[in-house]
């Protein structure tokens, strides 16, 4: 192999090596991007001329993406949900309604997670907030650091599943395939998890007590009329919205990027309602969203680049040759996928992973029949693919030494919980994952049956 066929390689070596040294994920693909094609023009394996194929692709794929819009508005309602004191209110609801249940402050943490997951889809956000409201309750009630922070971490972490999930939009553009269809494939598997972490912290607290003590009887309101209002006034409200959200989608009321309005309009109202929209904090609201979405749609520019010169320098080919040509079959061959994925989950985030990778195994996966086979129908094949690479990547934010949740949940923390406490409070949630990864893998309609049976399929 000459050294210009082997350029794309070099590539990914040299993003891995810049990635860790601390500079924006934005500048690091769009400088490689540059950088490389200026070696491909010197090698006569890339045109200059090429550049100017990255402007139009840039504004076309990103910028006049009316479903990239969507991103905008999920992000904004999930900022005015966490300063509006909507989350606070729901983890108190909870905690009074799961008071006598093994765990039931753990609980109330998971279940808080699963419904943030459907209104909010930002990781970092839900994880600070959760972790912020949640661990001094749950240290100051003898709960073990270690069962805290990973249930904080696993259920914070929901959200980039459980739709409106941020990472669904994205993988819905680059695959070319319906929003409201990943969205609908994506409810089950959520779901499976949110499960898994509850049956884990029930049995768990029901065998050992000690490590996740029941809470006072004393807890709450004093009589079941306070009760009702508690559970009208805080419970009723994030429900009503997420259904507003993904109802509309699934009925075929509003496409996602207009369920996304309504969503951050609903959001707004809710924090009026609550007396807590004021000037100053809706103006905290807009900046923290327009940096967040600042970021995003700054690395869709940097990955566009990227991904067009490691495509020009044919990066996609040698993948495909390399993966075709490894004498796996099809399952080997999906396996070795997954196992790539999980692999970059240690080192890079969800969305480096997403626009880099996704694009170049998906041609590979619509080639193999016996998989239309295993899921039903040869169509089926790409959101079933869309969705357990979702699942894994969901390890990602929980796998050291680069798992976000946990360094979201370490800066916020108390100084006495300890990194090392983190790292084995998620160990069990990390394998739990897989769990449910394996079981929508074996069972692909876990995934397809909602959408099959709302006939987007």
């Known amino acids: 192999m000459y ?8 590539m990914f070596g040299a993003l891995a090596i810049l990635l860790f040294c601390g500079f924006p994920v934005a500048f690091v693909l769009g400088g490689v991007g540059l950088t490389f094609g200026f070696i491909g023009w010197h090698l006569d394996v890339f045109r200059l001329i090429e550049f100017f194929n990255i402007s139009p692709r840039i504004w076309g794929g990103v910028a006049e993406n009316l479903v990239l819009v969507a ?3 999920f992000v904004f309602m999930g900022t005015m949900l966490e300063r509006s004191g909507v989350a606070k209110d729901l983890l108190e609801c909870l905690e009074v309604l799961l008071r006598k249940v093994p765990g039931g402050l753990a609980l109330s943490v998971t279940v808080m997670g699963t419904i943030m997951a459907a209104t909010t889809g930002i990781i970092g956000a839900s ?6 409201l949640a661990l001094p309750v749950m240290l100051r009630a003898r ?3 270690a069962l805290a922070t990973g249930t904080i971490c696993a259920s914070g972490t929901l959200g980039i599943l459980i739709p409106p999930s941020i990472m669904l939009v994205l993988m819905a553009d680059l695959l070319s395939i319906s929003v409201g269809t990943l969205f609908m494939a994506a409810v089950v598997p959520g779901l499976l998890l949110s499960t898994l972490y509850y049956l884990y912290i029930f049995t768990l607290a029901r065998f050992q007590p000690s490590l996740a003590p029941p809470l006072a009887d004393d807890v709450g309101p004093d009589s079941r009329g306070e009760l009702i209002l508690l559970v009208l006034k805080s419970f009723l409200p994030p429900l009503f919205l997420m259904v507003l959200v993904l109802g509309s989608i699934f009925a075929g009321w509003a496409t ?3 369920a996304a309005g309504v969503g951050a309009f609903g959001a707004t109202l809710l924090a009026a309602f609550n007396r807590r929209l004021t000037w100053t904090m809706l103006g905290d609201v807009v900046r923290s969203s327009a940096l967040t979405n600042a970021m995003i749609f700054g690395i869709f ?10 495509r020009s320098l044919g990066g996609d080919f040698i993948i495909e040759d390399l993966i075709l040509g490894s004498g796996l079959n099809e399952w080997g061959i999906l396996l070795l996928i997954m196992g790539i994925v999980f692999g970059l989950g240690f080192f890079f985030d ?4 997403t626009l880099i990778v996704l694009p170049v195994f998906a041609p590979i996966i619509m080639v193999l029949s016996g998989l239309g086979e295993h899921v039903g129908s040869a169509s089926w094949v790409v959101p079933w693919f869309a969705i357990i690479v979702a699942v894994n990547l969901q390890t990602s934010f929980l796998t050291p030494p680069f798992g976000f949740a946990l360094f979201y949940l370490k800066g916020v923390a108390p100084k006495e919980v300890k990194i090392e406490q983190i790292y084995l409070g998620i160990i069990p949630f990390v394998m739990l994952q897989l769990t449910g ?7 692909p309609q876990i995934a397809l049956w909602l959408p099959a049976a709302m006939g987007v399929l």
């Open 71 to 73: 991103v905008p508005m």
């Open 3 to 10: 050294i210009e066929d082997a350029l794309p390689l070099f």
């Open 143 to 145: 709960y073990h650091p």
């Open 437 to 443: 990864l394996a079981l929508v893998i074996l069972f």
């Open 127 to 132: 994880v600070v907030m959760m972790s912020l």
């Open 301 to 310: 520019v940097g990955a566009t680049l990227f991904s067009y010169v490691f």
């Open 256 to 258: 996602p990027t207009e």
């Open 350 to 353: 969800w969305l480096e992973i």
